[in-house]
């Protein structure tokens, strides 16, 4: 009898216990309120047919205008759909933090929209710098590319591709134009979600790891009797939903405070509460549209997503993984669930250095029995902001 009120009570404490950790990890810091800007959506959700979808591109790219051309890309969509087990079974290349998560879960959602946004807007930027900055473009034909004669393989390929991105389709377009009255193309990908396509690729889908524009320079270009071009200034007037993030600004009273915060932030996976938090170079004003600030955002997003897979994967075998992406393409991705983050505890907190309004700790935690540090850096302009999270320089043997 005594037997089973000890066992009755031992659970008992443990459930007062497992209550009260509850508690303080998802109740006592409530989450920010408004993280980021919302916009009021009109009635254009998209487009129904790629040509259309790129038609808008080039519009807002003939008109150097970068943050509509923006909308048009599957920012979402990919943040959303992305399946990183299909990713690894086809291409067999984990880059690790380098690379979008494509797990899902509402952290990797929100840090691929940060980490998108900024590296579709260099793409759309390099696009208006090399053809119509200070230059006369001119659209002369928008189509999709297709074999003469498809295959199988082209088939089980774009399907493998559909497959990765989440996507219901997939198509490859060449935009055909002239700059500065030389003929030059423009290669793109898209994807079709429900029922609207979106860029994915300024480039063929084969080249899907280039870091610059397809733009082709075409040679033998044929005399008409009359250039005819297109007229796609009626794109101008519409206007896409919102698709990219942008994160509003707090501060804390308190450095320690602040910190304190923020940990259950990163514990519960509030990313954009945590985030926040980062000092994004705003000040007291609120966030503008600005290539530098989609950066600053992704900089502060690639830290997070950094600082979840040094945890997440330090019991994972990578080199095994490597060897093992055909037949078991999932093992990483069943290491990188946010949900485990609960376990972590701070170990010890040390101000390390202080000077003109910084203030650097030593962050000492532990999760699944392994040991872990960070340097944060924090910085104080009308209330302490977080500057930075740094793995600490390894000590000279």
């Known amino acids: 009898m005594k037997?089973?009120?000890?066992?009755?009570?031992?659970?008992?404490?443990?459930?007062?216990?497992?209550?009260?950790?509850?508690?303080?990890?998802?109740?006592?810091?409530?989450?920010?309120?408004?993280?980021?800007?919302?916009e009021e959506e009109g009635e254009l959700r998209g487009y129904e047919e790629?040509?259309?979808?790129?038609?808008?591109?080039?519009?807002?790219?003939?008109?150097?205008?970068?943050?509509?051309?923006?909308?048009?890309?599957a920012i979402e969509d990919i943040s959303e759909y992305a399946d990183l087990v299909e990713y690894l079974s086809y291409t067999e290349d984990f880059q690790g933090a380098k690379m979008i998560p494509m797990v899902d879960s509402k952290v990797y959602y929100e840090i691929t929209k940060i980490r998108l946004a900024s590296d579709y807007g260099h793409m759309i930027q390099k696009c208006i710098k090399r053809l119509s900055q200070d230059k006369t473009l001119e659209i002369k034909d928008i189509s999709i590319i297709e074999p003469e004669n498809p295959d199988g393989k082209y088939f089980q390929r774009l399907e493998q591709i559909s497959n990765i991105l989440g996507a219901r389709d997939v198509c490859e377009c060449t935009v055909s134009m002239e700059v500065n009255g030389k003929p030059v193309e423009l290669h793109l990908s898209l994807a079709k979600y429900k029922r609207f396509w979106k860029v994915i690729l300024f480039a063929p889908m084969e080249q899907y790891k280039n870091e610059e524009p397809?733009?082709?320079?075409?040679?033998?270009?044929?005399?008409?009797?009359?250039?005819?071009?297109m007229d796609l200034s009626s794109y101008l007037e519409d206007q896409l939903p919102l698709n990219y993030t942008?994160?509003?600004?707090?501060?804390?009273?308190?450095?320690?405070?602040?910190?304190?915060?923020?940990?259950?932030?990163?514990?519960?996976?509030?990313i954009l509460s945590a985030l926040t938090y980062f000092d994004l170079g705003t000040g007291e004003q609120g966030p503008e549209f600005s290539l530098d600030f989609l950066d600053r955002q992704k900089k502060a997003a690639m830290q997070l997503q950094d600082f979840y897979y040094q945890m997440l994967l330090c019991r994972a075998d990578l080199e095994w993984a490597k060897r093992h992406y055909e037949d078991t393409p999932e093992y990483i991705w069943n290491f990188l669930k946010i949900r485990n983050m609960q376990y972590v505890r701070v170990r010890s907190l040390e101000e390390v250095e202080s000077e003109d309004g910084y203030i650097t700790y030593l962050i000492k935690y532990s999760y699944d029995g392994k040991g872990f540090s960070r340097h944060l850096l924090l910085s104080n302009d009308n209330g302490w902001k977080l500057a930075a999270m740094k793995k600490p320089p390894k000590q000279k043997k």
């Open 214 to 229: 397809d733009i082709r320079a075409v040679d033998g270009r044929e005399e008409t009797e009359e250039d005819t071009f």
């Open 3 to 38: 037997k089973i009120e000890l066992i009755a009570g031992t659970l008992g404490i443990l459930t007062i216990l497992a209550a009260v950790f509850y508690y303080q990890i998802f109740e006592v810091v409530k989450a920010v309120e408004d993280p980021v800007v919302i």
């Open 50 to 73: 790629p040509v259309e979808a790129v038609s808008y591109l080039m519009a807002n790219i003939k008109k150097g205008d970068l943050e509509p051309a923006l909308r048009v890309c």
């Open 246 to 270: 942008l994160l509003n600004s707090r501060s804390g009273d308190s450095a320690t405070e602040m910190l304190s915060d923020c940990w259950i932030y990163f514990q519960r996976g509030d």
